[in-house]
């Protein structure tokens, strides 16, 4: 079971949305974010490239595919 707070999810969220934001303007990033301990990573991810693969440096955190985030023109 994964255990977390609405706050927590909702900057994620807000994490998610400026990665697609960046992604979109910048077709040719793969990777987003700053490594160190807690911080969020993203990599452009899937067959279409419209997904986004958020990570973080986090013994416990579990790795989130959020699904056709990115608008493709």
Known sequence: MKSTTISDE?????FV???AAD?????EH???GE???G???ALRWGLGEDC???LKQDDYFIPV??????KKP
């Not at 992604?23 to 077709?27: I, S, V």
């Open 10 to 14: 909702q900057a994620m969220i807000e």
């Open 17 to 19: 949305r400026k990665v």
């Open 23 to 27: 992604f979109e303007k910048h077709p």
């Open 30 to 32: 793969h990777s987003y």
């Open 35 to 37: 490594l160190g301990q």
């Open 39 to 41: 911080n969020y990573l």
């Open 52 to 54: 986004v693969l958020v």
């Open 65 to 70: 595919n959020y699904q056709q985030a990115v």
